[in-house]
């Protein structure tokens, strides 16, 4: 392999940005509650819960199905294929999301190929 490293459309940064964002707001409610829990389920922070986190799985299934774009060709890809795992080589025999783990060596891949101009990317 060349020296030159992938160029990346950064897909898994999504979730890792969503789970940074849901572990700071949970440590902030943990943090800020009051000493009884009567007072903090009063709180606003409290309040903020529910609608906090259907907020981030809403997201979380919207980060899933937004399609990327090749680095290379530019052109969009879906998030949804049968996609190659290039770590154990098998194809996947069905439609799974880029994001999900490999059917066969239960790995989330790192890279995958353009449909399109078929050059390799970091997810």
């Given at each position: 392999?060349?020296?030159?490293?992938?160029?990346?459309?950064?897909?898994?940064?999504?979730?890792?940005?969503?789970?940074?964002?849901?572990?700071?707001?949970?440590?902030?409610?943990?943090l800020?509650?009051?000493?009884?829990?009567?007072?903090?389920?009063?709180?606003?922070?409290?309040?903020?819960?529910?609608?906090?986190?259907?907020?981030?799985?809403?997201?979380?299934?919207?980060?899933?199905?937004?399609?990327?774009?090749?680095?290379?060709?530019?052109?969009?890809?879906?998030?949804?294929?049968?996609?190659?795992?290039?770590?154990?080589?098998?194809?996947?025999?069905?439609?799974r999301?880029?994001?999900?783990?490999?059917?066969?060596?239960?790995?989330?891949?790192?890279?995958?190929?353009?449909?399109?101009?078929?050059?390799?990317f970091?997810?």
């Open positions: 392999m060349e020296g030159k490293p992938l160029q990346s459309v950064f897909f898994h940064f999504r979730f890792k940005f969503l789970a940074i964002t849901t572990i700071a707001f949970l440590m902030y409610m943990i800020s509650g009051a000493r009884e829990f009567d007072e903090f389920a009063k709180s606003p922070e409290f309040q903020m819960l529910g609608p906090f986190l259907l907020f981030a799985m809403v997201l979380f299934f919207i980060f899933r199905k937004f399609p990327i774009k090749c680095p290379h060709c530019h052109k969009i890809l879906p998030t949804q294929k049968n996609w190659h795992c290039p770590e154990c080589g098998q194809v996947q025999g069905k439609d999301y880029l994001m999900d783990k490999c059917l066969h060596c239960k790995q989330v891949p790192a890279t995958s190929f353009c449909d399109h101009c078929k050059e390799e970091r997810l």
